[in-house]
């Protein structure tokens, strides 16, 4: 009898062993639309091999790239289904859930400045987060897209006129679609993987993008690149499933907020200079790259106002927070 109940006891320890196994270990399933030569998939792969150092191996990141599980979009979607446990979409993406979270897509409503700012940079991410987690959803923190600028394929773009009734790609988002059409663009949607060949076909007259979609994505397809300095600070809003997230164990959670907190104030310088080097491969290869100047940038300036009324009209407290926000932390536009 004493045999037996040992026997018993000893089956007892190793299924509990089992079963703890079972609940230490954590898959977090992250999709993306960008190439797997994009600069964004290697932060994804730093962060995986972060957050397995910091959870000993507990927590296992599986990165998708090129589209190869769904689109960042479809992946936003998919959050709460157990499909996916976290996306890093262009924060104008998070509008189709929440539009309040356009007004850091208002023109020149970003900076560098404001967020390298670590009381702006926690601030907004909390503020942000507070308008989706209703709708079950948390973002963890911001990444750096880039200033954006406009590509075409073969349009020269020097001045504001020149982008009358081009068709032209952006990533979506309410704001960014009434941006363009302030300028008298038709703005078309559609994924990252899809634009280099909708330009070559003819399809859209330019794309609204980074130096890194430019380079690594479109090339010489678009020879002609146009900049207007800060109209256009992208980011990239690092979404959770929150049911998912809020019931992970402590250490797991810890060791993905970690890994975020040491990669984003690196990654934002990192990737001004990177894009700059990016923009001089594409200059070296023949591609023809122009810069507003004071003037132009201001006539820009002038005509954002027109976008940020039409959005304080919607959401007049939310530029309110965002304002207030900016004071606190000593870098208000």
Known sequence: ???????????????????????????????SEVAATHWKTRY??????????????EVTVKI???????????????LGTGAVHMV????????TIEPRTG??????????????????ASGITELMSSYVEPRNLRILGFLRTSDLMFVFRDREVTRMEDLRNAKIRV????????????????PVS???????????????????TSPAGWAEMIGMTGKYGWYVPGFSLSTYAITVDKGWFDGLPEAHRAAIVDAI????????????????ALIQKMIDQGAVFHVADDEERARWQALSQENAKLFSERYGDVVEQFNALGARCGVGN
Do not use: H
Request: contains cysteine.
């Open 1 to 31: 009898m004493k045999g037996f109940t040992r026997f018993i006891a000893g089956v007892s320890l190793i299924s509990g062993a089992l079963l703890a196994q079972n609940v230490i270990a954590t898959e977090l399933v992250l999709p």
């Open 44 to 57: 994804m792969n730093e962060f995986a091999e972060q957050v397995a150092a910091r959870s000993n191996g």
């Open 64 to 78: 998708f790239p090129a589209g190869q599980l769904y689109s960042d979009q479809d992946a936003l979607a998919a």
């Open 88 to 95: 890093w979409p262009v924060a104008v993406r998070t509008e």
């Open 103 to 120: 007004v850091i897509n208002l023109p020149f409503s970003l900076s560098d400045d404001m967020m390298n700012n670590a009381c702006f």
């Open 171 to 186: 990533t979506g988002g309410r704001v960014f679609q009434e941006t363009m059409r302030s300028l008298q663009v038709s």
């Open 190 to 208: 559609m994924a990252a993987s899809e634009m280099s060949t909708a330009l070559a076909q003819g399809a859209i007259d330019g794309i609204f």
């Open 261 to 276: 907190a040491d990669i984003s104030p690196r990654q934002w310088q990192e990737v001004k200079v990177d894009d700059d």
